[in-house]
């Protein structure tokens, strides 16, 4: 794309981030559902309701997060005498407090029932006003019908068998009250697209497994997550369960001994055109061992690299696996992991040696610094000296390979009642009740002053730790790669666009979190809500890592000697932010008196559409290797007379697994052209000589000076006068009118983006 073109969608994009658009204060009219998300409401359904979520997103409701920015966490029960919550538990005004601990609400409303998780509240009945604790979602009265619909599916049986996307083995009815008076909410994510999901089969992949069936949440092909682990040809690409994905699959090819790979983008977490293959990775306990192995041939691989035959290929390499999650989280996706594959990423260091090989894209510290090892002798009873174990010198290595590379080292697990939680407004942190901690080989972190470790860009990523955290005993942690930005809101989208294009990781210790229901304070099953929590926050869910698609038509005037008349016509489409938009299509579609002459090889020609094939289009910037952000597809369309004519524009896409339209009307002007220099009658000083139309770009020399409408080409572009022009006409840099030219464009530009936000926000 020409250098001016590409300046002028950066002025859009400017245009289009400029407004305010940070998590917001929002009024909710009567007849908006709310889904209750504390213990009060919703203890049965509690895990159901993130695969309620799921279901509404994609079938293309939009739903709400509604977060309270200033909330805090009351660590005490409410109703400690002395220590009182300042809100009731059930039904405001009650005076009754519940006896465990919240946080703050986060918003306040009279509503009625529509479905009870309990089964004992009627439909129709009043709750009163409660004030809404846990992060309630919250879908918009204009959707009220069409999500109804699919409550209804998802929490009646008897509806399954005509509505199949619904059945699913565990099952549970999702409490949902309907607001019987207008209400105010901070919108603190828009949540639009439903997540792809990768489960990591790792040997405990049915830990995941268990939380997203608990959930009723499926696979991409829309079945259900299986109970059982993975066996040896039962999951991956082109099997029953094509999200579970291998060691193997995830690092993809590994050349050979002569020939290692270097490409960290051929695993099956990337598609074929290079961007993302899934939203999410979930690593439930991948075992530092298997990350410290290297295979030759299906065996061991020998003591030296010049012993290994050169055609050998690899075929095991535990920290590929590091390099191609890293790669992935180059975009806007997200990884979570629990317990030992938290140290099997986080401490994964680079290591040059045989048979390893490694390059710097195969380090796995995501969230925390490398830390240094001290010189021999150690003074840490937990570290040993190892002769030559730093680059030659002898040095201090943690005696637990989990913690080599450290990043993290292991802490026991902190006692339930002594934990602190932090940053409560954050959209992973949102349960209602105690949390508790569960054991495993890891159930907490520690950063090391012994090494001294720290979080990246000193960022506060830990959001609920022991009695003497952030950084001994962390449980639960969240934040961007390489501590990119800070997890809070965003309130500069426009810089973020730039700055925070990269992905998201969660860590949580402990092996295994319940998944039972009813859900209550204190229970080991909170720690599935923070997974199920991870995976709706995750910016390719929400407003923030959606592609934002701008559409335009050129020319959109056509001059025209006679009728009727031909034109070409170039349909333009640009991502004008960093989420890519997947397996891409465009629709033209014209008025019934148009006539689509001929289009672009590959173009579909239907009646009065035409359709071509795009394929994916990156996010911006587009990354070295992946598809165009921006392109064109051209038509011949047959105007029969002067007049406006009316245009669509339809760009289907898919993100996650929600199919997603941006559509703009756009108006193609047809006017007379009695000289045929391109400059229309109505505008044209002298309409029936072609060598003059005027100087638009006020440089001193007429834009028609070679007989055709070329403001660029009139003689002035090197201060010299051309044919038609007269002496002396130009100044020496040409003339203010280029800037001036210019200008009005960048003002045109402006004013059709402005439109196309219009357009995105009605489009739903």
Same mark, same amino acid.
């Given at each position: 794309m020409p250098t001016t073109s590409r300046w002028l969608i950066a002025l859009a994009v400017l245009a289009l981030t400029s407004r305010d658009s940070r998590a917001a204060d929002r009024t909710f009219s009567a007849g908006s559902l709310v889904i209750p998300m504390d213990l009060s409401y919703q203890s049965s359904g509690n895990l159901q309701a993130y695969g309620l979520l799921y279901a509404l997103l994609q079938q293309g409701v939009r739903v709400h997060w509604i977060i309270d920015p200033a909330k805090t966490y009351h660590a005490a029960a409410c109703n400690t005498p002395g220590n009182l919550c300042a809100w009731d538990c059930d039904v405001e005004g009650s005076g009754v407090k519940c006896p465990y601990p919240t946080s703050s609400p986060d918003l306040a409303v009279k509503s009625k029932v529509v479905w009870d998780d309990a089964g004992v509240?009627?439909?129709?009945? /009043?709750? %009163?006003?409660?004030?809404? +604790?846990?992060?309630?979602?919250? =879908?918009?009265?204009?959707?009220?019908?069409?999500?109804?619909?699919? =409550?209804?599916?998802?929490?009646?049986?008897? #509806?399954?068998?005509?509505?199949?996307?619904?059945?699913?083995?565990?099952?549970?009815?999702?409490?949902?009250?309907?607001?019987?008076?207008?209400?105010?909410?901070?919108?603190?994510?828009?949540?639009?697209?439903?997540p792809t999901i990768a489960v990591f089969s790792d040997g405990n992949e049915d830990i995941a497994t268990k939380y997203l069936r608990a959930a009723g949440i499926p696979q991409s092909s829309g079945a259900e997550f299986p109970a059982q682990k993975c066996g040896a040809a039962s999951c991956g690409p082109g099997t029953a369960n094509p999200d579970m994905l291998t060691s193997e699959a995830v690092m993809g090819e590994l050349g050979t001994c002569g020939t290692p790979s270097a490409d960290h983008e051929n695993g099956a977490l990337f598609r074929a055109d290079g961007l993302p293959a899934y939203c999410q990775i979930m690593s439930m306990h991948w075992a530092v061992n298997d990350r410290e192995t290297v295979k030759c041939g299906g065996g061991n691989c020998p003591a030296t690299q010049a012993e290994c035959a050169p055609g050998t290929p690899f075929t095991y390499h535990g920290h590929?696996?590091?390099?191609?999650? +890293?790669?992935? #989280?180059? @975009? &806007?996706?997200?990884?979570?992991?629990?317990c030992q594959a938290v140290n099997a990423y986080e401490n994964t260091t680079p290591n040059a040696a045989w048979p390893f090989l490694d390059d710097v894209g195969r380090d796995g510290h995501f969230l925390t610094t490398t830390g240094t090892p001290p010189a021999c002798p150690c003074t840490d009873a937990d570290f040993q000296c190892v002769v030559g174990g730093c680059?030659? /010198? $002898?040095?201090? *290595?943690?005696?637990? *390979?989990?913690?080599?590379?450290?990043?993290?080292?292991?802490?026991?697990? &902190?006692?339930?009642?002594?934990?602190?939680?932090?940053?409560?407004?954050?959209?992973?942190?949102?349960?209602?009740? /105690?949390?508790?901690?569960?054991? %495993?080989?890891? &159930?907490?972190?520690? !950063?090391?002053?012994?090494?001294?470790?720290? @979080?990246?860009?000193?960022?506060q990523v830990t959001l609920i730790t022991g009695p003497n955290g952030p950084g001994l005993a962390d449980v639960w942690m969240s934040g961007y790669l390489d501590g990119e930005c800070d997890i809070g809101p965003i309130f500069k989208p426009g810089d973020r666009a730039t700055t925070c294009a990269g992905g998201k990781i969660s860590y949580l210790g402990g092996h295994e979190f319940g998944a039972t229901t009813p859900l209550a304070t204190g229970s080991q099953s909170q720690g599935a809500r923070l997974f199920l929590n991870a995976l709706f926050e995750a910016d390719c869910v929400t407003a923030d890592g959606q592609p934002t698609i701008a559409l335009s038509l050129s020319p959109i005037v056509v001059p025209a000697q006679t009728f009727p008349v031909e034109a070409d016509l170039t349909a333009t489409y640009a991502n004008l932010t960093h989420g890519p938009a997947l397996d891409a299509t465009l629709l033209e579609t014209v008025p019934a008196n148009v006539e689509i002459v001929s289009a672009e090889p590959g173009a579909v020609v239907t009646g009065k559409d035409v359709e071509w094939t795009l394929g994916s289009i990156s996010g911006v910037p587009a990354k070295a290797g992946d598809?165009?952000?921006?392109? %064109? +597809?051209?038509?011949? #369309?047959?105007?029969?007379?002067?007049?406006?004519?009316? *245009?669509?524009?339809? *760009?289907? @896409?898919?993100?996650?697994?929600?199919? !997603?339209?941006?559509?703009?009307?756009?108006?193609?002007?047809?006017?007379?052209?009695?000289? %045929? $220099?391109?400059?229309?009658?109505?505008? $044209?000083?002298?309409?029936?000589?072609?060598?003059?139309?005027g100087d638009s770009d006020d440089d001193g020399c007429d834009d028609c000076a070679g007989g055709h409408f070329d403001p660029a080409n009139d003689g002035c572009e090197d201060g010299n006068p051309g044919t038609g022009d007269k002496a002396g006409c130009c100044s020496a840099d040409g003339g203010p009118g280029g800037s001036l030219a210019l200008a009005a464009l960048v003002l045109v530009m402006l004013a059709r983006s402005r439109r196309h936000d219009r357009a995105l926000r009605s489009d739903g």
């Open positions: 509240a009627a439909p129709g009945s /009043a709750i %009163g006003t409660h004030r809404y +604790r846990g992060g309630p979602f919250v =879908i918009d009265a204009a959707d009220h019908d069409r999500a109804l619909a699919i =409550i209804a599916a998802w929490n009646d049986q008897a #509806l399954w068998v005509a509505n199949p996307w619904a059945a699913r083995t565990v099952f549970e009815v999702v409490t949902v009250h309907e607001a019987t008076a207008a209400f105010t909410g901070n919108v603190m994510k828009e949540m639009i697209a439903a590929e696996v590091v390099a191609e999650v +890293r790669a992935f #989280l180059e @975009y &806007p996706v997200h990884l979570f992991a629990e680059n030659g /010198a $002898d040095c201090c *290595l943690a005696k637990d *390979l989990r913690e080599r590379g450290a990043g993290f080292l292991i802490a026991p697990q &902190p006692a339930s009642p002594t934990l602190q939680v932090f940053r409560p407004e954050i959209p992973y942190n949102q349960f209602d009740g /105690a949390f508790a901690t569960v054991g %495993g080989s890891e &159930p907490a972190y520690n !950063l090391s002053s012994y090494l001294g470790t720290t @979080y990246k860009n000193n960022r598809p165009p952000d921006t392109g %064109g +597809r051209l038509s011949r #369309l047959r105007f029969p007379a002067s007049g406006d004519y009316q *245009l669509t524009l339809a *760009l289907t @896409y898919h993100v996650g697994t929600s199919t !997603l339209t941006t559509t703009q009307q756009l108006t193609v002007s047809v006017k007379l052209d009695t000289d %045929g $220099d391109g400059v229309p009658d109505d505008t $044209d000083p002298a309409p029936t000589d072609p060598d003059i139309c």
